[in-house]
């Protein structure tokens, strides 16, 4: 620091400690002056400031599932933000919206329960060639809520999926395929109703 002035007080302060031999250990302590920071930065100290100690191991946290069976690491959001506007209201029309992406081979469905999900949701929120499906809303002013609102209604179509695919009678015949999508359409228009 040839050329610079440095303050007295910060000139001490940036010298190393004299009583570490530790050199990987960060200190703040230098001379007489005694950091109140020594221990927390200590990479001995039960619970340093930086991370854990070496002999500890990693906290992790249990997974969440979904009440169909699904979990929720499996669910990929995305939000755009626009930026202000100048004119009123002064936030773009899609500023909340949420869109939830999730791999159709992560769903808890048989065979039968993925046919149902795919006629239900259609081919404009199904792609065939990624396998994924793909719902967004813009129910409500906020993007917390609208995630909510997506989560929910989509654990409601997995439910409804798995519930009509063990009710399906033995004989798997179209006609009652057809009726098991028919009564899965009323139910969840049913539920969207209630909900709103």
Do not use: W
Request: charged residues 25%; contains cysteine; proline residues 6%.
């Amino acid at each position: 620091m040839t050329g610079q002035f440095v303050p007295p007080g910060l000139a001490c302060s940036l010298q190393p400690s004299l009583t570490n031999t530790n050199a990987s250990a960060r200190y703040f302590s230098s001379g007489l002056y005694e950091s109140p920071l020594d221990d927390l930065l200590d990479p001995d100290s039960p619970c340093p400031i930086y991370g854990t100690r070496k002999d500890s191991p990693l906290k992790r946290f249990p997974k969440k599932y979904l009440e169909c069976g699904l979990c929720e690491d499996a669910l990929r959001f995305k939000t755009v933000y626009y930026g202000k506007m100048i004119t009123l209201p002064g936030i773009h029309a899609n500023e909340h919206r949420v869109t939830m992406m999730v791999d159709i081979k992560d769903l808890p469905l048989d065979d039968l329960g993925k046919q149902i999900l795919q006629q239900l949701v259609g081919i404009n929120r199904y792609n065939v060639h990624s396998g994924k499906v793909k719902m967004s809303a813009v129910v409500f002013a906020s993007r917390i809520e609208n995630k909510r609102y997506i989560v929910r209604m989509f654990d409601k179509l997995v439910l409804a999926c798995q519930r009509l695919s063990k009710s399906l009678p033995n004989g798997n015949s179209e006609q009652a395929k057809n009726d098991v999508v028919e009564a899965a359409k009323e139910l969840i228009a049913g539920e969207t109703a209630e909900a709103s």
